[in-house]
């Protein structure tokens, strides 16, 4: 049987998604969870983007050790030496150095010629050979790069040291047979590719990541970049828990592959990161969606009854995914909700655990029973709360129908409580102008949504806003039952981002 290895870019190229950002907390426990998954390369992120991105990496780097650690680098000596000072402590460091290879990325990007840009990744991994033994080398954009200078592009890579060649669909823009034959054509026609293993990276603009990667697969490719929930640039990549699943429930087509992914740490590991980036998983998200194992017809939950592989074709408790479990009320104790939050993969030290429970109690008073998304809810705001600079205290608001909205919000702003009244086009405009009267700062409403992120009349509201302050753009968000909390919450979280 031949190894597929399993590339997660979650803390690099899924954190690109804009609003996911983390924190190099943050970056670490998601890294652990990684780890405790069974991935065997993470790509902890890009050293060179900023201050935080270089510490995130070196954490990391220095706290996990059953995994290669791997850092990115465009072909630029500043990048290069970033990767190999934040991965110092790497018991195994990888860099992962690209340069786009396609005609318009040369024409319209970088402006240079064919053999400049071969010029350009010959030179960047002769200076990351100084460094790292293990090399990955991405021509960006391959998919849409000319196959005879791809071909050339890929030799040079190998030569120069790469271990690794991947091969990114950088646009979605590819389709599975394509992706297939693009990789097998490499395999036929570079000299050197015996002594590279090659990777493959695809987006899903098309929706069709998770499909590209497992041909690329049958045509040859061992490794596959992926990310937990399918995260990433614009409409993300590929989803991990859907190529590993692939993998393992269709073994008359794969069955000849094996990875070392602990599939039962998926849906533990898709908590995590949707509770840290702030992501809800959409109830039919493939693999880990709350519905991916719920059965609603009639036709369907009899059949289930009588044999459960009639409609199911995993196991749930192959993916880690809990069926049934407690209920949880007003009449719950601790002892109950800190096991629903184990089983969700949130763990709380004792203090924290308190402020939970305690929010928890007022949130089941306004609700008949407590869902998952709802104590997901409950521990991302406690998490976000450590950086309060602004708090919110109370809000009311005297609205309706041919009256002008006027809303007094009271606020915690720079250790000091202060209170301010002003009116608006809505609601929401006048708590959002009344929390400008006291911070003072002048900003510029983007985008603004709202949406119930559990189910019932009692649904909580989850908001969220795009402000923009002196040319920035920062995303915020907030819960709360009541829609216009959840909407003050969520201006605040964004203002609280500026200090």
Known sequence: MERILIFDTTLR????????????????????????????VIEAGFPIASPGDFKAVSAVARSVKSCVICGLARCIKADIEAVHKSLLKAK??????????????LQYKFKKAEDEILSLATSALKLARKYFDDIEFSPEDAT?????????????AINEGAKTINIPDTVGYSYPHEVSSLITSIVNNVPNINKAVISIHCHDDLGMASANSLSAVLGGARQIH?????????????SLEEVVMALKTRKDIFGQFYNNINTKELCRTSKTVSTLTGFVVPPNKAIVGDNAFRHESGIHQDAVLKKRT???IIDPKDVGMEKGGLILGKHSGRHALIARLKNLGLKLDEKKTDLIFKRFKELADKKKEIFDDDLVALVEEETREKQKNCELLSIQVFTGTNINPEATVKIKYKKKIYEAKSSGDGPVDACYKAIDKITKIKTKLITYSLE????????????????????????????????????????????????
Request: charged share 25%; aromatic share 6%; net charge neutral.
């Open 92 to 105: 195994s460091p990888r860099i992962h150095v690209f340069l786009a290879t396609s005609k318009i990325h």
């Open 13 to 40: 190229d899924g954190e690109q998604a804009p609003g996911a950002s983390l924190t190099p907390e943050q970056k670490l426990e998601v890294a652990f969870q990684l780890e405790k998954l069974g991935v065997d």
């Open 226 to 238: 992926c990310t937990i929930n399918g995260i990433g640039e614009r409409a993300g990549n590929a």
């Open 144 to 156: 849409r790069t000319e196959r005879g200078f791809l071909f050339r592009v890929i030799e040079a």
């Open 452 to 499: 119930a992120i559990t189910k019932g009349r009692d649904a909580q509201g989850l908001a969220r806003v795009e402000i923009q302050v002196k040319g920035k753009y920062i995303y915020g968000k907030g819960a709360s039952t009541d829609i216009l909390e959840a909407s003050a919450k969520a201006y605040l979280d964004a203002l609280n981002k500026l200090s």
């Open 310 to 312: 009639t409609y199911e």
